[in-house]
């Protein structure tokens, strides 16, 4: 049973064009996020939700848009993309953010999706 | 900016051999975790030590933490062919609901049989 899985897990697609990728978590957690991993591995956040609501929102171009259509998913939509966008993009979630949850910040990451801009 | 930086950058060792990773970071951090990543796959994540720890075991995996020195080291004693794989530091920063982690660029240890 996957707990935090992401689909597709290969992108193949035309500069310019526009895309999604979808990330759902059975964890029962709070807290979703999305990280660009480069190609030199270097692993940075772009977003993070919680219950549904935008937390973080890091210096990323508006072009990435994140969709929490419930806790249980964090979709990311990216428009116009561009040949700097080629990485491979993380999906995470974590139990959640407050001392009355007990603070668990262990995150549990997605498989990631392979994204190649052409 | 980048907040863990993991040295060496990359690692190799015989099977049997104790591998040590090392992390230093620039601010204060509320704890500081290590995760393992596999090639072609996630982040998984294996210890967590807060700040106010300075040594944490976890099976074969030893953390230690020098909070004065922003400092943090990861040993795997007995390594395995198994144990290949990205390992990256994290530090969590930031308070209530802007708490976040921010990974390192990773050691990537390779295990020789």
């Known amino acids: 049973d996957t707990a935090v899985s992401q689909t597709p897990k290969y992108l193949v697609t035309q500069m310019g064009n526009d895309k999604s990728i979808k990330c759902e978590q059975n964890?029962?957690?709070?807290?979703m996020y999305w990280y660009k991993q480069d190609s030199k591995k270097f692993l940075k956040i772009m977003f993070s939700?919680?219950?549904?609501?935008?937390?973080i929102n890091e210096t990323v171009p508006n072009r990435f848009s994140p969709k929490s259509p419930d806790k249980a998913h964090l979709n990311l939509h990216i428009n116009s993309l561009e040949l700097g966008d080629s990485a491979v993009y993380f999906c995470?979630?974590?139990?959640?953010?407050?001392?009355?949850?007990?603070?668990?910040?262990?995150?549990?990451f997605g498989p990631g999706t392979r994204l190649l801009v052409l | 900016s980048q907040q863990g930086e993991e040295d060496p950058q990359a690692l190799s060792i015989q099977e049997g051999e104790n591998a040590t990773m090392n992390c230093s970071y620039k601010t204060s951090i509320n704890n500081l975790q290590w995760y393992r990543q596999n090639s072609g796959r996630g982040l998984v994540h294996l210890i967590l030590i807060r700040s106010n720890e300075r040594e944490k075991h976890s099976g074969r995996l030893r953390v230690t933490l020098d909070t004065s020195k922003k400092s943090s080291s990861l040993l795997i004693t007995a390594s395995r062919a198994a144990d290949t794989a990205s390992y990256f530091c994290?530090?969590?920063?930031?308070?209530?609901?802007?708490?976040?982690?921010?990974f390192g660029s990773g050691t990537q240890l390779t295990v020789l049989p």
């Open positions: 964890l029962g957690h709070d807290t």
């Open positions: 939700y919680n219950n549904k609501e935008l937390i």
């Open positions: 994290a530090t969590a920063s930031g308070g209530g609901s802007a708490r976040q982690l921010t």
């Open positions: 995470a979630s974590s139990q959640g953010l407050g001392l009355a949850s007990g603070f668990q910040e262990t995150q549990y």
